[in-house]
């Protein structure tokens, strides 16, 4: 027993010295460490009272410079005073050389443009003389003020009012003739150009001088940098002589001094920069060991992200050869990652139509620098299944900023072209069934369009035959018959080859049309019923060709079916209110057709909802006319819309077009 303890005591020992190391080490960190902060807090006290004197002088310096414009004020006032002082003496001299009296005071107001006018009262108030004459702002006249004047002997002065030429006071001095009252002179002095006169530059360029009412807002200021220090500022009483005014003197916020910054900050700077080398070998090995670990949870994060993606990730060189891939692209095209890296274009899930056409589109991305591409392709896998691919491909930075390739982003759009392709031949559909009714209900206007041509035509023949059975007809006579006849026979073709054309299912196929054409042709249809039901159609269209770019049987459909709706609406009502506006109107870059009828009009509630499939305001309706209408209408970059009427009766339909452009068309 008594061995194993002596064994174990050179090892506790050398635990012993090994953690008196550490001890003395951890103070030969802390005694530094010490006296560095000692030296930031003697250098930060130090600014501390630099700045505190700075601001006791600057404190210093704004009282005394206050004063000086005090009394210099005073002093300008009391300059005034006494050339008023003077003007009253010559009134007492000679009170009738009134002439005299305006030369001296306009000569005043020259040499002193502070003052803005001078008038003379005379004891009961009325004005004997002004200078100069003809001044909008005179003098406020108040029979207490000049009382006070000549109850002091002296002149006194008004509270500042407002007038067009600014803040003025009124200053009032007493004027005698033999020793009796001759009224008072008053003047009017402009505070604004008080300030503006009699503040030196060098007050100006360090302080805002303004004169301020006794609740502190200013009357005046003469300031010429901004923004200005409100929080060490300097008021002094300017009552007397102008009652309730204070003198506020701010100074503008001075930049501070940049030397002892920069000396300051670099001193600190020094210090931190040795506090950090101090505990930079101490921290080394711990933010080591903590980057390792960071970057190996974030790589284990960033594999499950891309592992649970649904969207293919690969990135390529700026050769086209394959550096990534994720598991999701590798289940898109069929073939696993070991077989995709370093392979170079053209690659085996291309399509055999899309080889030339991916090569070239790798050499432009190559040649056209790191702009982002989006694109549609398609892939072939290994099993033949075509599929269709949106990629969006951005360009590959690395570290050192150069560009050296392309990351794209792939997703699978093969099903959802499925589904536009299929609501799109629904669509077409619709669209065709929509023109079968139509047709149904135009079976009348057929009708009776075909009957005149036909009965014309019937007419003309049996002329003809008339005349030949005659034996007595020259081939001359029958000229004029027969290209009649043919012209009905013409006419009466064109009619069934438009409804042909109105039937028959087809693709839309936009050309350059004239809307107006349109207009009329759609109106033909429906011109008759209108007619034969007591209505009447009134259409205006400018006198120019209306240029679009139309399929010009789908918004034929659109333009019957809203007249029809029109006509239906207006149905069994008074002749006055069965009347169709038709209105084209072509802007700069639009045309629009506006139908209006006088019918029952939209059921309220229902404005919102007549353009949503299935729902109508008919009893019988489907619900799908209007929806239909803005569907074709939309396919053609257009627009339709229910306007209110003003009246609440009847209904308002607008459709727009896009209009072909000049350069378009030439």
Partial sequence: MRFQR??????????????????VRDYTLIIPLLAILLIVTLIVALIWMTSRDNQSETEKKLTTD????????????????????????????????????????????????????????????????????????????????????????KPVYSPPRHTSE?????????????????????????????????????????????????GGDPLISKSSIMPTNDQARHTISFDPPLNGTYITVTPYQSRPAIG????????????????INLWMAYRQNRRRAAA????????????????????????????????????????????????????????????????????QRQNDMRSTGI????????????????????????????????????????????????????RQTEAEKLQHNARLITMGEMASTLAHELNQPLAAITSYATGSLNLLKSGTVQPEDLTNALQKLSDQAQRAGTIVHRVHDFVRKRSVTPEHRDLRKIL?????????????????????????????????????QVLLNLMRNAREAAAGLPRNRQVLHIVLEASHNEAVVTITDHGHGIPEGMENEIFTPFISSKSEGMGMGLPICRSI????????????????QGASFCLSLPLISQETRS
């Avoid at 174990?8 to 550490?22: A, E, T």
């Avoid at 008072?184 to 008080?194: E, F, G, K, P, Y």
């Avoid at 910054?261 to 506090?275: E, H, N, Q």
């Avoid at 039901?533 to 259409?539: A, E, K, L, S, T």
């Fill in 371 to 422: 702009a982002p591409h989006e694109f549609e392709t398609r892939f072939i896998r290994p099993d033949g299944k075509l599929i269709d691919i949106q990629v969006y491909e951005a360009p590959l930075i690395d570290a050192d900023g150069i560009h050296i390739g392309w990351m794209g982003s792939l997703v699978d759009v093969t099903e959802r072209k499925r589904l536009d392709e299929a």
């Fill in 66 to 153: 206050a004063l000086w414009v005090e009394q210099y004020l005073r002093f300008q006032l009391q300059t005034f005073e006494t050339e008023l002082r003077d003007l009253g003496v010559d009134i007492e001299r000679d009170a009738q050389q009134t002439d005299n009296l305006r030369t001296k005071a306009q000569h005043l107001i020259a040499i002193h443009p502070e003052l803005i006018d001078i008038s003379w009262f005379a004891p009961d108030g009325n004005l004997l003389e002004s200078a100069p004459p003809g001044l909008n702002v005179i003098a406020d006249y108040k029979p207490s003020l000049a009382e006070h004047s000549r109850l002091f002997g």
């Fill in 633 to 648: 209408l939309e396919s053609h970059k257009g627009r339709l819309w229910l306007l209110a009427t003003p009246d609440k």
């Fill in 292 to 359: 390792e670990h960071a970057l190996r949870t974030e790589y284990a994060f960033r594999q499950a992200m891309e592992n649970s993606l649904t969207i293919g990730m690969r990135a390529r060189d700026r050769n086209g050869r394959i550096i990534y891939v994720n598991p999701e692209f590798c289940r898109m095209v069929g073939y696993d990652e070991k077989q995709l890296i370093g392979m170079m274009p053209p690659h085996p899930y291309w399509a055999p139509e899309i080889i030339s056409e991916g090569i």
């Fill in 260 to 275: 002892p910054i920069v000396i300051s900050a670099a001193i600190i700077g020094l210090t931190i920069l040795v506090i």
């Fill in 166 to 214: 600014g803040w003025v006071v009124d200053m009032v001095a007493p004027v005698y003739n033999n020793n009796r009252s001759a009224g008072t002179l008053w003047v009017i002095i402009s505070l604004d150009r008080l300030l503006s006169r009699n503040v030196p530059w060098w007050v100006a360029g360090k302080y805002q001088v303004s004169l301020t009412d006794s």
């Fill in 6 to 23: 002596a064994v174990k005591n050179p090892q506790d020992s050398r635990k012993s010295r090994s953690g008196f190391r550490i001890a």
């Fill in 520 to 556: 009329q042709d759609a109106t033909s249809f429906i011109s008759t019923d209108m007619t034969r039901g007591g209505g009447r159609i009134d259409m205006k269209l400018p006198d120019a060709p209306v240029p679009v770019r139309a399929d010009a049987v789908l918004i034929q």
